[in-house]
């Protein structure tokens, strides 16, 4: 079993930046890939950002490429995301997840990550 607890979280004016980290429990961090997620108010879950088991491969959202970087420490059992030139629009809870089963290509689906956190809530002010 494998927990996982988000911080950063907060609000910012639009075109700032945060860099939300999340923390995992257990020996076999260094085993799983790692995704970001968001969910706005009345919306479904969208992908935002993955990394592989070994960051040498991420993936984004199309909406998100070019201001954000994923990024991991196996050492520290923690995957960060960087977020710049927030917008308005981005404004909502960003959970991380754990892909168990070393998968290629990194998977966009929620429903085939392992674990959750709880999330941590982004605010992004116009």
């Known amino acids: 079993q494998v927990q996982l607890v988000e911080s950063g979280g907060g609000l910012v004016q639009a075109g700032g930046s945060l860099r939300l980290s999340c923390a995992a429990s257990?020996?076999?961090?260094?085993?799983?890939?790692m995704g970001w997620f968001r969910q706005a108010p009345g919306k479904e879950r969208e992908f935002v950002a993955g990394?592989?088991?070994?960051?040498?491969?991420?993936n984004f959202a199309d909406s998100v490429k070019g201001r954000f970087t994923i990024s991991r420490d196996n050492a520290k059992s923690t995957v960060y995301l960087q977020m710049n030139s927030l917008k308005p629009e981005e404004t909502a809870v960003y959970y991380c997840?754990?892909?168990?089963?070393?998968?290629?290509?990194?998977?966009?689906?929620?429903?085939?990550?392992?674990?959750w956190g709880q999330g941590t809530q982004v605010t992004v002010s116009s």
């Open positions: 997840a754990a892909d168990k089963s070393m998968r290629w290509p990194l998977s966009t689906v929620g429903s085939v990550y392992d674990y």
């Open positions: 257990g020996r076999t961090f260094s085993r799983y890939s």
């Open positions: 990394i592989t088991w070994d960051g040498s491969s991420t």
